[in-house]
């Protein structure tokens, strides 16, 4: 097990995986994200329960995005990330749980929206007079 980096690795040659899943993850996330953040936050006019969800799913992507260079960073041991190991790999987890969070609020959503259509209509309605 390698001790000197934050992250810790079983294998030898895990770092080099990790390094080829995070830059493409961190370049298509990045651009997606802000991609998608524009449009929900500039181009839509009527704000829904589904674009709130959406941007609050877009922001969580970008802070789980943000730690990515710092946990490569760390396991090349080209940062020495010390104390803020914890911070670093706390973010990491805390974001990631809080995508599934979301993704999970939405699916709850759009199942009672299906199975009780009238008084989801109902909902709906009242917060979008808002």
Not at 14 to 22: K, S, T
Request: hydrophobic share 50%.
């Amino acid at each position: 097990m390698n001790h000197s980096s934050c992250s810790i690795t079983a294998y030898e040659n895990f770092p080099l995986v990790q390094l080829c899943v995070y830059i493409p993850v961190l370049l298509l996330g990045i651009l997606l994200n802000v991609l998608a953040l524009w449009v929900f936050c500039c181009k839509l006019r009527k704000w829904t329960e589904t674009r709130v969800y959406m941007v609050n799913l877009a922001v969580a992507d970008c802070l789980l995005l943000f730690t990515l260079p710092f946990k490569t960073l760390s396991q090349f041991h080209q940062l020495k990330v010390g104390k803020w190991c914890l911070v670093l790999e706390g973010g990491y987890f805390i974001n990631r749980l809080m995508s599934i969070g979301i993704i999970t609020v939405v699916a709850a959503d759009r199942y009672l929206a299906i199975k009780y259509p009238l008084k989801a209509k109902k909902t709906q309605n009242k917060y979008s007079q808002r």
